[in-house]
T-cell receptor
């Protein structure tokens, strides 16, 4: 089932902060965050695992509330290069130990000078 | 090296053509994925290969046929496609198919079916 992202779009000026949220109706094993610029492939930003482990970008922070099945991505002191569409991804277990990754609809972030 | 390569970058094909998309990674990853992405939409999972075996097929029509010749290569064979199959096809890889491994995406093949 597709995770729900909010807001759909954010417009900022350089230096401002933004928060992007991701929630699921099903139990989350992990949450992944990716950024995709127009015409390019998604790029991995961060992964948050049950138990509090995180892997990812130095300059980006995120939280994962396992009980509420929610995650938030925090973009502080935004730069022009932060512009793009942000996707959160979740993984539902499938047979044979594999997982089915599913992405939210995305949040479009535009940073103006 | 965290690069996933895909060829071709662009492909235009008729509905009666047969073509193949190719994907390669040299990160030693054991899981590889095919996604389809329409404009302004998220990537949609098509197939997952884990240790060179097809582990997930998300009810993809048989006109799409995946193949994993070895641990570094992933192909997607296309035959008798429809105009609605026009999209960006993304390949990705991860260390393993478990939920705790991030994916690295290739640049994609932009497919147009005429």
């Amino acid at each position: 089932q597709q995770p729900v992202q909010s807001p759909q779009a954010v417009i900022l000026r350089e230096g401002e902060d933004a928060v992007i949220n991701c929630s699921s109706s099903k139990a989350l094993y992990s949450v992944h965050w990716y950024r995709q610029k127009h015409g390019e492939a998604p790029v991995f930003l961060m992964i948050l695992l049950k138990g509090g482990e995180q892997k990812g970008h130095d300059k980006i922070s995120a939280s994962f509330n396992e009980k509420k099945q929610q995650s938030s991505l925090y973009l502080t002191a935004s730069q022009l290069s932060y512009s793009g569409t942000y996707f959160c991804g979740t993984a539902a277990p499938a047979s044979g130990g594999s997982y089915i990754p599913t992405f939210g609809r995305g949040t479009s972030l535009i940073v103006h000078p | 090296d965290t690069e996933v390569t895909q060829t071709p970058k662009h492909l235009v094909m008729g509905m009666t053509n047969k073509k193949s998309l190719k994907c390669e990674q040299h990160m030693g990853h054991r899981a590889m994925y095919w996604y389809k992405q329409k404009a302004k939409k998220p990537p949609e999972l098509m197939f997952v290969y884990s240790y060179e075996k097809l582990s997930i097929n998300e009810s993809v029509p048989s006109r799409f046929s995946p193949e994993c010749p070895n641990s570094s290569l992933l192909n997607l064979h296309l035959h008798a496609l429809q105009p609605e199959d026009s999209a960006l096809y993304l390949c990705a890889s991860s260390q393993d198919a478990g939920s705790s491994y991030e994916q690295y995406f290739g640049p994609g093949t932009r497919l147009t079916v005429t």
